[in-house]
């Protein structure tokens, strides 16, 4: 790993363009791309508006955009505390290998402690194995018990709307 000076800061609602372009890189790395519908007036709405729902970091190499963190807050009943939820972290390949991405972690787990979270948690693909090494070098243990279930699409909407009709008596 070769010592760059790494400037990790909050990204603003001018970074917006900057942001979606990070979002696209990665859904391309992890075989997603057809996935993306975001765009910069939803990244802004999102993340800039009245209430936003995440936070981002952007990592810079000599003023270069060279990395993001996407995060938001979760909770914990069994902790009775907030933890960190990292959504999305990404370097560019022509940054990687340069303490980026640590940089990026190590900034948000001082977030964490700051807010005084009880954890930060983040989910990683079972085919990164490059990825997996890289946080479990930093101490991050996989947790293998687990399995992520996630409703998405006709399934939420018929789900969600099975409950708005009983609720309205229909």
């Given at each position: 790993?070769?010592?760059?000076?790494?400037?990790?800061?909050?990204?603003?609602?001018?970074?917006?363009?900057?942001?979606?372009?990070?979002?696209?890189?990665?859904?391309?790395?992890?075989?997603?791309?057809?996935?993306?519908?975001?765009?910069?007036?939803?990244?802004?709405?999102?993340?800039?508006?009245?209430?936003?729902?995440?936070?981002?970091?952007?990592a810079e190499v000599d003023g270069t955009p060279a990395g993001f963190a996407l995060f938001f807050?979760?909770?914990?009943?069994?902790?009775?505390?907030?933890?960190?939820?990292?959504?999305?972290?990404?370097?560019?390949?022509?940054?990687?290998?340069?303490?980026?991405?640590?940089?990026?972690?190590?900034?948000?787990?001082?977030?964490?402690?700051?807010?005084?979270?009880?954890?930060?948690?983040?989910?990683?693909?079972?085919?990164?194995?490059?990825?997996?090494?890289?946080?479990?070098?930093?101490?991050?243990?996989?947790?293998?018990?687990?399995?992520?279930?996630?409703?998405?699409?006709?399934?939420?909407?018929?789900?969600g709307r099975s409950t708005i009709e009983s609720?309205?008596?229909?």
């Amino acid at each position: 790993m070769t010592s760059v000076p790494i400037l990790i800061r909050p990204a603003t609602a001018d970074d917006v363009a900057t942001i979606l372009g990070f979002i696209q890189e990665l859904a391309e790395y992890e075989r997603l791309a057809d996935a993306v519908v975001a765009s910069e007036d939803s990244l802004l709405a999102a993340l800039f508006g009245k209430a936003p729902a995440a936070e981002v970091l952007i990592a810079e190499v000599d003023g270069t955009p060279a990395g993001f963190a996407l995060f938001f807050h979760n909770f914990s009943t069994f902790l009775s505390r907030r933890g960190l939820y990292l959504e999305d972290l990404y370097v560019r390949p022509a940054h990687r290998r340069l303490g980026v991405g640590r940089a990026l972690l190590a900034r948000l787990a001082a977030i964490a402690v700051e807010r005084n979270c009880g954890r930060m948690e983040w989910s990683v693909l079972d085919w990164n194995d490059s990825a997996q090494r890289f946080y479990e070098r930093l101490g991050a243990l996989p947790m293998s018990e687990w399995t992520t279930y996630r409703l998405t699409g006709t399934a939420l909407i018929a789900l969600g709307r099975s409950t708005i009709e009983s609720e309205s008596g229909r």
